[in-house]
């Protein structure tokens, strides 16, 4: 089983920006459609974007889309968010996980990692 682990979030001002990390474990990380989700109190997790396995192919849910940009390093096992114009709205714990096809919103590992708090103060 591919263990996860998310890093790099933060408190920042509204306008800023943010890198998140998700390193996976083990060696079949470049099979998988990789995605990143959100979630905040009260509500249920969210996809924020996916990335296809070679990075050619990206989606982005509306409320993020030309502000956030996925992107990922197979030969480190890592996937990243980078987030700018960061809003109070985006103040969530981030969380990454593989899903089946760059359209999904499943993730396919029953185990989530400890995510990443991104705070965002007006």
């Known amino acids: 089983q591919v263990q996860l682990v998310e890093s790099g979030g933060g408190l920042v001002q509204a306008g800023g920006s943010l890198r998140l990390s998700c390193t996976a474990s083990g060696r079949t990380f470049s099979s998988y459609t990789m995605g990143w989700f959100r979630r905040t109190p009260g509500k249920e997790r969210e996809r924020v974007a996916t990335?296809?396995?070679?990075?050619?192919?990206?989606y982005y849910a509306d409320a993020v889309k030309g502000r956030f940009s996925i992107s990922r390093d197979n030969a480190k096992n890592t996937v990243y968010l980078q987030m700018n114009s960061l809003k109070p709205e985006d103040t969530a714990v981030y969380y990454c996980n593989a899903v089946n096809t760059i359209a999904s919103s499943n993730p396919i590992f029953g185990s989530w990692g400890p995510g990443t708090q991104v705070t965002v103060s007006s």
């Open positions: 990335i296809s396995r070679n990075g050619a192919v990206t």
